[in-house]
């Protein structure tokens, strides 16, 4: 079965997903979720390829060493064809890879500017820092739970491959991760917050997410037209379901994009991880 999307949701909890298309929205709209199968996943492949063919509509992912021994990567949303999916698994593995030299002793995952699109790719690079296990779920009205994992540092939906290669778990999958949120930290950028939640020294820095971590379901209607219904949350590995903005662990006021030069909360981050064993 194949997954459609559209800019700013996550994949709706249905098996054996293994590809998740991306298509704009309309203008001034909330964006929503297509979960189309068969001849309709092919035709909203079809659809995004000639409304966006290989353009890459997305910031690059950026990995760099910090001071102290500690790795960095900032992670855009992604939106666009299969082909830019492929192309940002790839820069960001290599991107990950650039930062762990030599040996990070622990890492900052910086989600502030990742509005959004699909998880599967986002999952794909940072699941060598994440570690292996169960990572999070989605949850439906009646409790539900379908279950996002990593195996092999590649994110898989309910045991089913997502379509991503292996990658090795960087520090065994368990150094210590800071993560750096803001208000314009949303949905699919929600969804890889909330698989940080839970996980083992961990933290959270900066402020509220934008608040739609949750998986959408269109309908078709018989005179054609869509209706789009919230259907699941996101929950995290302990069980714990979000339906509006996270909050960190510790707010820090984001400058970023504000006229200032400096960054709190990046250094509210790395003044954590100095702390960490191995880092200290």
Avoid at 127 to 132: C, E, K, S
Avoid at 194 to 214: H, I, K, L, N, W
Wanted: charged residues 25%.
């Amino acid at each position: 079965m194949s997954t459609g999307m559209r800019y700013g949701e996550q994949p709706s909890p249905k098996p054996a997903t293994r590809s998740v298309l991306a298509i704009p929205i309309e203008p001034l709209r909330r964006p929503w979720a297509d979960w189309e199968t068969g001849t309709a996943a092919s035709t909203t492949r079809k659809r995004a390829k000639k409304l966006h063919g290989e353009e890459q509509i997305r910031n690059p992912v950026e990995g760099r060493a910090l001071a102290g021994r500690m790795g960095f990567l900032s992670l855009p949303g992604v939106l666009g064809s299969e082909k830019v999916y492929q192309q940002y698994v790839r820069e960001g593995r290599n991107a990950v890879a650039k930062a762990d030299r030599p040996n990070a002793c622990g890492w900052v995952i910086d989600l502030r500017r990742n509005l959004g699109g699909n998880m599967w790719p986002m999952l794909a690079v940072v699941g060598p820092i994440l570690g292996d296990g169960h990572v999070g779920s989605f949850v439906d009205a009646d409790g539900k739970k379908t279950v996002w994992s990593i195996e092999k540092g590649s994110p898989r939906l309910d045991g089913d491959s997502t379509g991503w290669g292996t990658s090795p778990p960087i520090g065994g999958g368990s150094a210590p991760v800071a993560v750096l949120t803001s208000r314009s930290t949303a949905s699919s950028g929600e969804a890889v917050t909330v698989a940080f939640r839970g996980r083992p020294d961990t933290r959270s820095f900066g402020e509220d997410t934008a608040g739609v971590p949750t998986g959408n379901v269109q309908h078709r209607l018989s005179d054609g037209a869509v209706l789009n219904l919230t259907e699941v949350k996101d929950a995290d590995r302990t069980g714990r379901s979000y339906d509006s903005p996270i909050p960190p662990d510790q707010p820090v006021v984001d400058n970023l994009g504000r006229g200032r030069s400096n960054d709190p909360v990046l250094d509210a981050a790395t003044r954590w991880l100095s702390e960490q064993p191995g880092c200290a």
